[in-house]
């Protein structure tokens, strides 16, 4: 079994900050990407930031320049840094780690999802 924990979320007011952390724990091998994703209320599911175990990383457009996604290989942990929050980052933001079981097979793996509300 593998499980993601997430922590980090919270009430911020517009131009603050948050870093939002995700640890994967169980028979883990090896975890390829690892991510995160955000749900606001009424719409789909969408990628905020990725990164490989190679340590490259992938944006959406909307958090360029304000978001930093950084991990920790030994603590198999992916780190959020959100800067210069606005309003339209409010959502539910999911970690997702791409995983390579002990057992031999590979399987994406989502978080339980942390609230970030952005507001004044």
């Known amino acids: 079994q593998v499980q993601l924990v997430e922590s980090g979320g919270g009430l911020v007011q517009p131009g603050g900050s948050l870093r939002l952390s995700c640890t994967a724990s169980g028979s883990i091998f090896s975890i390829d990407d690892m991510g995160w994703y955000r749900q606001a209320p009424g719409k789909q599911r969408d990628l905020v930031a990725v990164?490989?175990?190679?340590?490259?990383?992938h944006y959406a457009d909307s958090v360029k320049g304000r978001f930093t996604l950084s991990r920790d290989n030994a603590k198999n942990t992916v780190y959020l840094q959100m800067n210069s929050l606005k309003p339209e980052d409010t959502g539910v933001y999911y970690c997702n780690a791409l995983i390579r079981e002990i057992r031999g097979t590979t399987h994406p793996y989502w978080g339980q999802g942390t609230q970030v509300t952005v507001s004044s």
């Open positions: 990164i490989t175990s190679g340590g490259n990383t």
